[in-house]
């Protein structure tokens, strides 16, 4: 998966659920927060699809998580 996909489903998980999502920036990592929960990606061009699948789940867990409060 590209990373700029991963990127804008994760910013769309996020905001579909009513969280908080913010970029935070990073060096070896690029990292988003959702709901004040941080999930790293890796800085390459193709992320490995299981990566991105662990990374989607994370974000779908930390979105729920902020729509319980």
Not at 1 to 11: H, N, P, T
Not at 51 to 63: C, H, V
């Amino acid at each position: 998966m590209k990373k700029r996909d991963l990127e804008l489903r994760i910013k769309k998980i996020a905001l579909d659920s009513g969280s908080t999502f913010y970029f935070v920036g990073g060096t070896k990592h690029d990292k988003y927060l959702v709901n004040g929960k941080m999930i790293l990606i890796p800085r390459h061009r193709e992320i490995n699809e299981l990566t991105a699948k662990g990374i989607l789940d994370q974000a779908r867990k930390y979105a729920e998580e902020g729509g319980k409060n």
